[in-house]
């Protein structure tokens, strides 16, 4: 039962342009929301989270809205380089006892050409 | 300030053997976790810990201890090595929600 579903496995743009990236959660408990970005042979960073009480949230040329409504996230590289090029990952984060439980799609690569 | 640190990069293991993959963060924070990434899919939850002496099994963690004696070093210790367990294997840290990771490990079980 995938909670988090980044349903685009892959995502090609041309440099310039908007890339967007969209997630789709299904647990209306989940109250904080990330997008990481990962390089081959590297581990994922952090790129920008937001708060289920926003519903937008900007840093630089990265912006990521929160449709609650619809359980819908979407995250906008605006514009897109060719060093953006990674597989992009977005996990959900819940209150859980004594940690908070994250979970985390399954992630969408996105290319970026010249 | 190193961040997430892991070692190895790389190893290979016979079924049946059995390593420790060390991770230590010097970043003083309390959560400290273990992921692996298979290919084509998202990243799955070993163990996690809350804080020196305290650990808990996350989503697979059949075939794997763990331990944290410090608050920096978070081990992970593969018993009788199988195939199934041929992976990238992730730590992390946090001192909320934002994870920190290292670079990681990866492991094949042949």
């Known amino acids: 039962d995938q909670q988090v579903k980044q349903n685009s496995p892959s995502l090609s743009v041309q440099e310039g342009r908007i890339s967007i990236l969209n997630c789709d959660y299904t647990?209306?408990?989940?109250?904080?929301f990330l997008w990481y970005k990962k390089y081959p042979a590297e581990g994922p960073t952090f790129l920008i989270s937001?708060?289920?009480i926003k519903d937008k949230n900007e840093d630089g040329r990265f912006t990521v809205f929160l449709n609650k409504s619809a359980k819908h996230l979407s995250l906008h590289i605006v514009p897109s380089q060719p060093g953006d090029s990674a597989v992009y990952f977005c996990?959900?984060?819940?209150?859980?006892?004594?940690?908070?439980?994250?979970?985390w799609g399954l992630g969408t690569s996105l290319a970026v050409n010249p | 300030n190193a961040g997430v640190t892991q070692t190895p990069k790389f190893r290979i293991l016979k079924i049946g053997q059995s390593m420790t993959l060390q991770c230590t963060q010097d970043?003083?924070?309390?959560?400290m976790y273990w992921y692996r990434q298979d290919p084509g899919m998202g990243l799955k939850l070993i163990y996690y810990?809350?804080?020196?002496?305290?650990?808990d099994k996350g989503e697979v963690p059949n075939g794997y201890n763990v331990s944290r004696s410090t608050t920096e070093d978070f081990p992970l210790r593969l018993e009788l090595a199988a195939p199934s367990q041929t992976s990238v294997y992730f730590c992390?840290?946090?001192?909320?929600?934002?994870?920190?990771f290292g670079s990681g490990t990866q492991l094949s079980v042949l």
């Open positions: 996990a959900a984060s819940a209150n859980a006892g004594n940690n908070r439980k994250l979970i």
């Open positions: 937001i708060s289920s």
């Open positions: 647990n209306s408990m989940f109250d904080y």
């Open positions: 810990s809350v804080g020196a002496g305290i650990t």
């Open positions: 992390a840290s946090s001192y909320y929600v934002e994870l920190f």
């Open positions: 970043m003083n924070h309390n959560y």
